[in-house]
Structures are given as C-alpha cells and as structure tokens.
C-alpha cells in the first residue's frame, strides 16, 4: 500500500490564502445577487446585507418594464460576442500560425507590428476621429467587433500553443505530401489547437459581452446598443427621476425607498453577468491552460 503524502505546513498556508482569495471575491458577487432581491425601503433603511430582512422582486419588474429594448440589447449582445468571438479566433489564429513559421520572412516585421499597439496607444479620441471621419462608420454595428477582434496577448498564446504542442514535423510531412499553407493551417493546426483556442475564445467571449465603451461612442440607434449600456441608462434614468427639481418634495420624498434604484441597477447586473458565470465552469479547465500557455516566453 502506498503511504499517503503528509501535507507540509506551506501546502496548508497556501490553501488558507487562496481561500481568503476566494472568499473576498465572492462577497461582492452575492452582494450584487441579495441586493437584486432585497426590498428597496429595507435597503434605505439597513443598508447592504447577505441577509436582509425583507426581499422583493421590484428589481427585476423595474428591468423587465423595458421589455422589448432588454430583449434587442441581448439580441446584439449575443450576436457582436458570437461573431467577434468567431472572427477574432480566426484571425488570430492565422496570426499565431504565421508567427510559429521560422521560414516565414515577414514573421520579424509582423512580431514587431503585433507589440507596437500593446505598447503605445493612440487612445480613444484618435479611435473615434478615425472610425467615425476618415471610414465614416459611425453607429455602425461593426465598431462594436473590429475594434478589439486582434489582441496582442491572445495571438501570442495561440502562438506559443503551436509552437510547444504541434509537432514541425507533422506540418512537415503534409508539405510533403503536397498541401499548402491553407490546407495545412485548417485540416493540420487548427483541429489541434482546441484547448486553446476554447481558451481564448472564453476570454474573447467575455471581454466582448462586458464592453459598453464603444457602444457609448459609436452607436445611437436604440435596435444597437448592448446589454451592459442598457444597464447604464436604466441606472441614469432613475437618477433623473429622483433629482428632478420639479418633482414636489413632499413626493420625492415619498418616492425615495420605492422607487427600486439600487436593486433595479443589482437586478440588471444579475442579467448581465448570470450567462457568463454558467459558462465559466465549462470552460475553466481551458482558461487554467491558457493562462500557463501565455506565461512562456515570447
């Protein structure tokens, strides 16, 4: 019978941190979900709670009175994070692919191209002249895709992933056997690069379901605003409501307590982030693996 391992005085210290960690990671989040429930009065009276002393679904009802405009925004939501997520893989893939060649000539120039925009930005106000006056795509649903489809760190990921894990010689031999760099790089490489590319495609999938910026910037049109700007409007609606001057006092007053400000903005939040937290265990095995690809060397 094998002995069993005696766990060392670090082990235990180590799991103690982690635990801290995860503890105070996880209090904002049920913060968030028990303010989406709790009565708004009891919020204007206790504060934030776990468990608060009454509960209430005003929240959500406040949320879901914008009925058509939730469903559109999730509607772009869903379709600007699916089609990015799909185009930026592919892209970046080809991308890493390239970069993996050593006989690639342009792969020294193209390295250098990559890092530029990682180290200097031209910010958002140079972003914003050059999409909405020099390619005139303003309220364009394609500013909320393009803009961030290439990221620095994802292409060197996929890049060090083909590089550590498939074999040169295997794209060697179709060489050899007369395919090209297309039919290598899809039938060959791509099939290969699944874990990492589940990966990276998770990290994709977030960055795009929780930007707002640019949809703030480029879109006016209602039918393409996302999910999270909808949040923000719904949060300086109610804000307005409650600091309109020319609402007597004696009704603001009355208002204040059941106008459901903070459990309407936990109740959006809740929304938001609900579908991304039921994906996350599917792919955290993958995001595990991702994250010690990208930590190798460039």
Do not use: C
């Not at 989040?29 to 209430?56: K, N």
């Not at 894990?165 to 297309?182: F, K, N, Q, W």
């Amino acid at each position: 019978m094998r002995k069993k391992r005696k766990i060392t005085t670090g082990e235990i210290v180590l799991f103690l941190i982690l635990l801290m960690l995860a503890i105070t990671t996880a209090i904002p989040v049920l913060f968030v979900f028990t303010t989406a429930f709790t009565d708004e009065s009891v919020l204007a009276s206790e504060g934030y709670r776990l468990l608060p002393s009454a509960l209430s679904l005003d929240g959500f009802r406040a949320v879901l009175k914008y009925g058509k405009k939730l469903f559109v925004s999730y509607g772009v939501t869903i379709f600007v994070t699916v089609t990015g997520t799909i185009f930026g893989i592919l892209v970046m893939s080809m991308y890493g692919y390239v970069l993996s060649r050593k006989d690639f000539p342009l792969r020294k120039f193209l390295t250098v191209f990559l890092m530029i925009p990682m180290l200097f930005s031209g910010g958002q106000l140079s972003m914003y002249i050059i999409f909405t006056s020099l390619y005139h795509m303003k309220d364009n649903i394609l500013l909320l895709i393009l803009p961030q489809s290439v990221q620095t760190i994802y292409v060197i990921i996929l890049r060090t992933y083909i590089t550590s894990s498939v074999p040169g010689e295997l794209m060697d031999s179709a060489r050899i056997d007369g395919a090209g760099e297309y039919t290598t790089f899809f039938r060959i490489v791509f099939p290969l690069m699944k874990p990492a590319l589940a990966s990276v495609g998770f990290m994709m999938a977030t960055m795009y379901w929780n930007d707002w910026q640019n949809a703030l910037l480029f879109m006016d049109s209602d039918n393409k605003k996302p999910l999270q700007l909808l949040l923000i409007n719904i949060q300086r609606s109610i804000e307005t409501l409650l600091s309109n001057r020319n609402i007597p006092s004696a009704a603001l007053a009355a208002m204040q307590g059941r106008v459901p400000q903070y459990s309407a903005t936990m109740a959006t939040v809740v929304v938001v982030i609900l579908p991304v937290m039921i994906a996350y265990p599917f792919f955290q095995k993958y995001f595990i693996k991702g994250l010690t690809i990208g930590s190798v060397k460039y």
